[in-house]
Nanobody, 116 residues
């Protein structure tokens, strides 16, 4: 079955960096577009970054553009989210997401807390 497992979250000071990882299994990773979402307390889940499978093109939410970079390693079936210049408003649970045969799948999420 399709599984997504995120890791790499934690507590970081404002201005710091973290790299999240999401390992996928149970589907053809190399031909799947991968997405990163986040959900802050009391807010709706929002799309943060998208990476396509073919040309590897990416898209980012305006709130993270220029600070976050998503990449993928198809040999490791893993997608990454490099987060730089973190702000307190980036505090959220981060999820990776993939669509497989018309259904959306989510990982369990990893908590990112930006605080001094």
């Amino acid at each position: 079955q399709v599984q997504l497992v995120e890791s790499g979250g934690g507590l970081v000071q404002p201005g710091g960096s973290l790299r999240l990882s999401c390992a996928g299994s149970g589907f053809t990773f190399s031909t799947s577009g991968m997405n990163w979402y986040r959900q802050a307390p009391g807010k709706e889940r929002e799309l943060v970054a998208t990476m396509m499978s073919g040309d590897g093109s990416t898209n980012y939410a305006d709130s993270v553009l220029g600070r976050f970079i998503t990449s993928r390693d198809n040999l490791k079936n893993t997608v990454y989210l490099q987060m730089n210049s973190l702000k307190p408003e980036d505090t959220a649970v981060y999820y990776c997401n993939v669509g497989v045969r018309g259904r959306r799948y989510w990982g369990q999420g990893t908590q990112v807390t930006v605080s001094s």
